[in-house]
């Protein structure tokens, strides 16, 4: 069945460090991909989105790309800020629509 | 706009016992998912319900069943509780089915069983 797989944690980096978390997919067909963040004391908030291949999506400078030959969508920042301090989740709907994985959650803590 | 409420906030059940979790969607969204979310684990899919019917379900067995109002607001149920279904129940509402759309979860609630 389809899954997400997504980098351990947790994460630590210094302010302004330049942030990747991994996340691979397998999926039958072309599944829609997501990052959603949870941010301390607050509920899951969709980050950014792609619908199809070689789709960027981009939020708050962060960014992933929808790489189907490699079936990736790795989230990236250039400079993190302290603010960024969460738990990140990759998540993959299917072709269909009405089924959905998310991976374990990688958290970062970003120090100043 | 009032987002995705759920209540109770916490819920403390024994084994055995039947538990009844409720979720109002945002306003205007007719689609409904619910997830469970063990601790230091990712979001696992139970269901999805739009217009009142099951439009999807999860790798959960039938003693978790759910039901969606016509003012879209929804019920998850869980039978026969078990330990392992202690976790975080989370609620989530879409503007409408189909593919690529966002979802705008709630805050949860923690169900303890002992």
């Known amino acids: 069945g389809d899954s997400v797989t997504q980098m351990e944690g947790p994460v630590t980096l210094s302010e302004e460090a330049f942030l990747t978390i991994n996340c691979t997919y397998t999926?039958?067909?072309?599944?829609?991909l997501f990052w959603y963040v949870q941010y301390p004391g607050e509920g899951l908030q969709l980050l950014l989105k792609?619908?199809?291949?070689?789709d960027k999506g981009s939020n708050k400078g962060f960014e992933a790309t929808y790489r189907k030959e490699t079936t990736s969508f790795h989230l990236e920042k250039g400079s993190v800020q302290v603010s960024d301090s969460a738990v990140y989740f990759c998540?993959?709907?299917?072709?269909?629509?009405?089924?959905?994985?998310f991976g374990t959650g990688t958290s970062l803590t970003v120090i100043p | 706009e009032t987002g995705v409420t759920q209540s109770p906030t916490h819920l403390i059940k024994t084994r055995g016992q039947q538990v009844t979790l409720r979720c109002s969607s945002q306003?205007?969204?007719?689609?409904v998912s619910w997830y469970q979310q063990a601790l230091g684990q990712g979001p696992q899919f139970i269901f999805q319900?739009?217009?009142?019917?099951?439009?999807g379900r999860g790798n959960f067995p039938p003693r978790f069943s759910g039901l969606q109002f016509p003012n879209y607001s929804s019920e998850l149920n869980v039978n026969a509780l078990e330990l392992d279904d202690s976790a975080l129940y989370l609620c989530?509402?879409?503007?409408?089915?189909?593919?690529?759309?966002?979802?705008?979860f709630g805050p949860g609630t923690r169900l303890t069983v002992l």
């Open positions: 989530a509402s879409s503007f409408q089915l189909g593919v690529g759309n966002e979802q705008f």
């Open positions: 999926a039958t067909g072309y599944p829609s």
């Open positions: 792609a619908t199809k291949a070689d």
């Open positions: 998540a993959l709907s299917d072709w269909t629509g009405n089924q959905f994985y």
């Open positions: 306003s205007g969204h007719n689609t």
């Open positions: 319900y739009y217009r009142e019917e099951e439009n």
